[in-house]
């Protein structure tokens, strides 16, 4: 993830969930400390965030429709799910993403 993408994926985030996000916003989603993680992000904005911290992004833009659900969480597309029912339970999973990016949030 490039610095650019991680400032799109904070304004996609905000945007799906109804409030923009700022730095420290972000800091807190990637569990960085509240004394200087809103720099670290800041940082991340012009360099990209590497290892874990890149992942753990990657899973939480799954919160936006603008990032497709990733292969290890897509249990939509099985033959066992109904097609007609795979667009419901894709929009919950989103919904229960946005949640959990809310809750990060405090």
């Given at each position: 993830?490039?610095?650019?993408?991680?400032?799109?994926?904070?304004?996609?985030?905000g945007e799906?969930i109804?409030?923009?996000?700022?730095?420290?916003d972000?800091?807190?989603?990637?569990?960085?400390?509240?004394?200087?993680g809103?720099?670290?992000?800041?940082?991340?904005?012009?360099?990209g965030?590497?290892?874990?911290?890149?992942?753990?992004?990657?899973?939480l833009a799954?919160a936006?429709d603008?990032?497709?659900?990733?292969?290890?969480?897509?249990v939509f597309?099985?033959?066992?799910?109904p097609?007609?029912?795979r667009?419901?339970?894709?929009?919950?999973?989103?919904?229960?993403m946005r949640r959990?990016?809310?809750?990060?949030?405090?």
């Amino acid at each position: 993830m490039t610095g650019a993408e991680l400032k799109k994926l904070r304004e996609h985030l905000g945007e799906a969930i109804g409030q923009p996000l700022s730095v420290a916003d972000m800091a807190k989603l990637c569990g960085l400390p509240a004394a200087d993680g809103a720099d670290t992000i800041r940082r991340w904005e012009v360099t990209g965030p590497t290892g874990p911290v890149a992942e753990l992004l990657r899973i939480l833009a799954m919160a936006s429709d603008h990032y497709p659900i990733l292969d290890m969480f897509n249990v939509f597309d099985r033959h066992d799910v109904p097609v007609k029912d795979r667009p419901a339970r894709r929009q919950a999973f989103r919904e229960q993403m946005r949640r959990d990016v809310r809750r990060r949030i405090g």
